[in-house]
């Protein structure tokens, strides 16, 4: 299993990006994609996840209403559209796919590389 997420860089605050996060190797459809993020010094945080299956989909607080997960089942590829950003979203961003409906990263299986997301104030 592969995650390949890419995407990510340096954007003024206000801005947006587009992450993108291409797994291979397996058939995804029973899992959950999440992403990630981990700031310097900080915890891996929970950012959002989308079940392949049906699509649904779940925030945490703190990104709900600027950030939006999707996927491409063509593709094989899930997406988070980031807009309004700001500079505490700047951290390493990390997608995953486990077969567990959960926020805490620990119970997901395949972890992708990361991309850095700098927001500028």
């Known amino acids: 299993v592969q995650l390949q997420a890419s995407g990510g860089g340096l954007v003024q605050a206000g801005g947006s990006l587009r992450l993108s996060c291409a797994a291979s190797?397996?058939?995804?459809?029973?899992?959950?994609m999440g992403w990630f993020r981990q700031a310097p010094g900080k915890e891996r945080e929970f950012v959002a996840f989308?079940?392949?299956?049906?699509?649904?989909?779940y925030y945490a607080d703190s990104v709900k209403g600027r950030f939006t997960i999707s996927r491409d089942n063509a593709k094989n590829t899930v997406y988070l559209q980031m807009n309004s950003l700001k500079p505490e979203d700047t951290a390493v961003y990390y997608c995953?796919?486990?077969?567990?409906?959960?926020?805490?990263?620990?119970?997901?299986?395949?972890w992708g590389q990361g991309t850095l997301v700098t927001v500028s104030s």
């Open positions: 995953a796919a486990g077969r567990v409906i959960t926020t805490s990263p620990s119970p997901y299986d395949h």
């Open positions: 190797g397996r058939t995804f459809s029973s899992y959950v």
């Open positions: 989308i079940r392949w299956n049906d699509g649904s989909t």
